[in-house]
């Protein structure tokens, strides 16, 4: 099924798919000698297992079922209908609301149908769509996605919001690291983020989700951590981490990132994010993310994880300082629902594991609702 608007001294340029393999489908420009330069003579016609439909200046509509019988529907304008096979030359032009059905077979032929009741059965116009970005680092701070908040975290021993750090690297400070007690933790108060936990592969397979999802390619790691989940912004001074990834500063306005010392974990809830943005479906998961140890030359290494519903999506293994920026993009399908990003240790213990995820967004495609449309045509977001 097809719909086409001709514009008078434009040559269109389309493709169509035959519905069955024994048939073929055509669509084509019957030009003039010049292939170069609009001509008004030049002629758009659609072919079908059993007719040519040959624009005249209009809009139409051409349907074809299993068995090549062929329906067009003048919309505006008029068209000619030809039949083929057997070296038939019957034809016939419609006009506006007209109608009219081909059958192949030992007696092709054509029955003019009249003014169409259908013509809602064919899709007419493809409203306005657009690409909008939900901020994750906004919603670990306890946004909706498009508040730009900053500079809140979350404990993953517990999922108790806090508004710091971890004291345990703070210059001269303590060193005692946080210690998971191998439970999935939900996250009161945040709608978007369904729980957060230590990954630790030594034991059995990790919950990761509050659906019960599991996940078994963890390391052996040390079910420890340094710090809270980090929504920044900056670090504040007394801290050894850089916000910047790669050659971008992520403490600078427009960006933000979301630290996940080893071992940490956090888990989005994706069903709740399409209840709250209605009319938008997610598309995909995009961040950078770096190890961004102290200093180069350290050998100290990091695995980072992207799940959804327990299932890998992305990971990337025995990374270090050294080794620069990935880019994660990681597509999102509509029976997903949850969507989770690791960082353990490597099996080498927690130092230096400073894995930060740099502009994490989830990429939405927005169509235009309020768009109005002509009473009668259909849009491709209808039913």
């Keep these: 099924k097809l719909t086409a608007k001709v514009v008078s001294g434009q040559w269109p340029v389309a493709s169509a798919k035959p519905q069955a393999a024994n048939q073929k489908s055509e669509i084509r420009n019957q030009k003039s000698p010049s292939s170069l330069i609009p001509h008004p003579s030049s002629l758009f016609a659609v072919r079908t297992p059993t007719a040519v439909i040959t624009d005249l200046g209009t809009e139409f509509g051409v349907e074809v079922d299993k068995a090549g019988v062929t329906e067009s529907r003048v919309f505006r304008g008029s068209v000619k209908v030809q039949v083929v096979g057997d070296g038939r030359k019957e034809d016939v032009v419609l006009r506006e609301n007209e109608s009219a059905r081909v059958e192949g077979g030992d007696e092709p032929r054509i029955t003019v149908l009249g003014a169409s009741a259908k013509m809602a059965d064919f899709t007419r116009r493809i409203p306005k769509r657009t690409i909008k970005t939900l901020d994750l680092v906004d919603v670990v701070a306890g946004g909706d996605g498009f508040s730009g908040r900053r500079d809140r975290g979350i404990d993953p021993t517990s999922g108790r919001i806090v508004d710091a750090l971890s004291v345990s690297s703070l210059v001269g400070g303590p060193s005692t690291p946080m210690t998971g007690d191998g439970q999935y ?39 420890t951590t340094w710090q809270h989940i980090w929504a920044g912004g900056a ?23 979301v630290l996940l010392h080893a071992n940490s974990a956090i888990t ?45 999506r992305f990971q990337r293994r025995l990374i270090n300082n050294d080794q620069g920026v990935a880019s994660v993009l990681v597509p999102i399908y509509d029976g997903d629902r949850f969507l989770t990003l690791a960082a353990t240790d490597a099996g080498d213990g927690i130092s230096m594991d400073w894995i930060i995820f740099g502009d994490p967004r989830l990429e939405l495609l927005v169509v235009d ?6 009473k009668g045509e259909q849009t491709m977001n209808d039913p």
């Design 185 to 223: 933790h939900r996250v009161a108060g945040m709608p978007f983020i369904d729980g957060v936990f230590i990954p630790d592969g030594g034991g059995d397979a990790v919950q990761v989700d509050s659906a019960g999802h599991v996940f078994d390619w963890f390391r052996d790691t040390a079910n």
């Design 235 to 257: 670090f504040r001074r007394d801290q050894k981490y850089s916000s910047k990834v790669g050659d971008v500063d992520h403490a600078l306005p427009g960006h933000g990132l």
């Design 268 to 312: 989005f809830d994706l069903e709740a994010i399409r209840r709250a943005n209605p009319g938008a479906r997610l598309l995909r998961f995009r961040a950078t993310v770096a190890n961004t140890g102290a200093e180069a030359g350290f050998q100290y290494f990091a695995d980072v994880w992207v799940m959804v519903d327990g299932r890998r």
């Design 369 to 374: 609702a309020n768009e109005q449309k002509p």
